[in-house]
């Protein structure tokens, strides 16, 4: 397994991924000792290579890329690993976005947080009156009444602004609340890492976490 990436480059800081390609099966031992421990995680790619995100104990983020062709038992295998997928994967992105906030790429923190009020929106409405189809005038109408209760909960967040930092970490510390009140009990200690990482956004560290801290190689 090869490092790379700004990891190797020297130009890394404590909100830098861990970017890893993945030579042989053999690697994936160590993935899956990584995957028993970690908070969250999101398998994508395209018809040719797969990316594995992973949200480590300690909220840090893992990339591993590899071929999809070489390495289809143990992409399956991770699949399978994976319940509740939707949760998954707003947490992937949540974690994902205080990359883009601590580097203050400004329109890309708009996009990240208007894509995680989606998600937690659609979230928050299947887990609580189990409705998932919503978005256009006619289903709109048939499921109206059910929804009412629903989206005064829902606006007190998705209403509020995130045109300064602080409105931002206001804005995704309330979400994290919502989502963690509909989630399963496992994915409590999720939202507990991702409001301590946070509250330390602004702050420096030279604290670097180690793969080989994380994952035990025997």
């Known amino acids: 397994m090869e490092l790379t990436g700004s990891r190797t480059s020297g130009n890394d800081d404590f909100f830098s991924d861990w970017d890893f390609l993945i030579d042989s099966r053999r690697d994936f031992r160590r993935i899956y000792q990584l995957l028993e421990r970690a908070l969250v995680w999101r398998l994508n790619g395209d018809r040719e290579r797969k990316l594995l995100t992973v949200v480590g104990p300690k909220g840090e983020i893992f990339k591993f890329g590899g071929s999809k062709a070489s390495f289809v038992e143990e992409w399956s295998k991770i699949e ?8 998954h994967y707003y947490w992937v992105l949540a974690f994902l976005q205080l990359k883009v906030m ?17 998600l937690m929106r659609d979230i928050y409405l ?6 998932a189809i919503y978005k256009d005038s006619y289903s709109y109408r048939k499921v109206r009444e059910n929804l009412e209760e629903a989206r005064q909960v829902l606006s007190a967040v998705t209403g509020l602004p995130y045109q300064t930092e ?7 510390l309330r979400m994290n609340e919502i989502i963690d ?7 409590h200690s999720v939202a507990q890492a991702f409001e301590s990482k946070l509250r330390f956004l602004k702050q420096e560290t030279d604290q670097q976490p180690d793969f080989d ?3 035990d190689r025997s």
């Not at 399978?80 to 949760?87: G, I, N, Q, S």
């Not at 299947?126 to 409705?131: C, L, P, S, Y």
């Not at 602080?166 to 995704?172: D, F």
């Open 102 to 118: 601590h580097r203050e790429y400004d329109l890309l923190v708009e996009v990240g947080i208007e894509r995680l009020v989606g």
């Open 213 to 215: 801290e994380t994952v």
């Open 166 to 172: 602080e409105q931002q970490i206001e804005k995704l």
């Open 126 to 131: 299947k887990r609580t009156v189990d409705i």
């Open 80 to 87: 399978k690993l994976t319940r509740y997928p939707d949760f």
């Open 181 to 187: 009140s509909i989630a399963p009990d496992e994915f």
